[in-house]
Nanobody, 122 residues
Framework: VQLQASGGGLVQAGGSLRLSCAAS????????MTWFRQAPGKAREFVVG???????HYADSVKGRFAISRDNARNTVYLQMNSLIPEDTAIYYC?????????????????WGQGTLVTVSS
């Protein structure tokens, strides 16, 4: 599976961004899709995941502000980010795993996109 993330940019606090992750190469709907992020000087952390059947799991830090969705016909997963805060500043990575359950550790994912930078100014 090849993953291509896009949609990052610079936004003011309180604003919104929508990230996309386009997948190619395998049967997209068989994969758990997730977003991780990595802030400068910090470890990569789980943000949100969506299972094959649409179940979702969010990190506490983004609950109520972020929403993940997937379009299996377009082989694309989306991350709608609202009410952004400076602490959301990071490189956002999409990842995929041929699995059923959503895992929150980086080692559970075999395929990674290149990352897209999100910068939230105060």
């Amino acid at each position: 599976v090849q993953l291509q993330a896009s949609g990052g940019g610079l936004v003011q606090a309180g604003g919104s961004l929508r990230l996309s992750c386009a997948a190619s190469g395998r049967t997209f709907n068989n994969y758990v899709m997730t977003w991780f992020r990595q802030a400068p000087g910090k470890a990569r952390e789980f943000v949100v995941g969506i299972s094959r059947n649409g179940d979702t799991h969010y990190a506490d830090s983004v609950k109520g502000r972020f929403a993940i969705s997937r379009d299996n016909a377009r082989n694309t997963v989306y991350l709608q980010m609202n009410s952004l805060i400076p602490e959301d500043t990071a490189i956002y990575y999409c990842a995929a795993a041929f699995a059923i359950a959503i895992r929150t550790t980086t080692t559970a994912y075999d395929y990674w996109g290149q990352g897209t930078l999100v910068t939230v100014s105060s």
